[in-house]
């Protein structure tokens, strides 16, 4: 029985490795195209832009034309940028976690025209990469799911420490879901959340009703 205990252990012990290797691989992956995006297509783009601007036609209606063929490659432009952001924020690793989560929010309320509350002085200390790169995932999937189907009036972003713990909160007071029955097709990312962060040793908990917006808390603990 207890050889059977162990070798259960053990099959856990290497699916979680494996589990986080593949989560390794992806993000490498997010990450190199993230940057051929950012670095190589986005700088095609931008010198394209660069001529358009500095055309000047014969006529007017074909200085109209190349004024909103610019205007377009200006667009394109914005959302290249926005995917690589998306796929590998390419200043997580230089600027931190805390930088990040408030261009995150920042974003969010501006196309949503909502205010934000963000205290994420807790994350102004360096945090193993692997943990600041969870965090992030999983408040880039809060907050992409607010976008999708709150409809706050408001949303807050918060961090703090006690007991060397740390926790990460993502609130809105939007419409809501019913916690109590199994998620539905908008909420399959709050599995993918908490077996994510279960595989760094941290806890996922969501709070929420129809009506009385969503809290989302994610718990880590730090290393002494």
Request: proline residues 3%.
């Amino acid at each position: 029985m207890q050889a059977g205990i162990a070798t259960g252990k053990d099959d856990r012990a290497r699916r979680r490795r494996l589990a986080r290797r593949l989560i390794a691989v992806q993000e490498e992956q997010r990450l190199r195209l993230s940057r051929e995006l950012h670095d190589d297509l986005g700088q095609m783009l931008a010198s394209v832009a660069l001529e358009l601007h500095s055309i000047r036609a014969d006529s007017a209606e074909l200085d109209a034309r190349l004024a909103r063929a610019a205007q377009l490659i200006d667009q394109l432009s914005a959302r290249v940028h926005d995917a690589a952001w998306s796929l590998r924020p390419a200043d997580l690793d230089r600027l931190g976690l805390r930088a990040c989560l408030e261009d995150l929010v920042s974003m969010l309320c501006a196309q949503l025209g909502v205010p934000g509350d963000v205290d994420l002085e807790a994350l102004a200390r360096p945090l193993e990469p692997e943990i600041a790169l969870t965090l992030y995932r999983i408040a880039q999937e809060a907050l992409t799911n607010i976008g999708k189907h709150a409809r706050p009036g408001r949303v807050s972003v918060t961090a703090h420490i006690w007991d060397n713990k740390l926790r990460l909160a993502v609130e809105d007071n939007g419409q809501g879901f019913d916690g109590t029955v199994a998620p539905g097709p908008h909420h399959l990312g709050l599995a993918g959340m908490k077996e994510r962060l279960a595989l760094i040793g941290g806890e996922l908990t969501v709070e929420t009703a129809r009506g009385k917006g969503t809290a989302i808390y994610a718990d880590v603990h730090l290393s002494d």
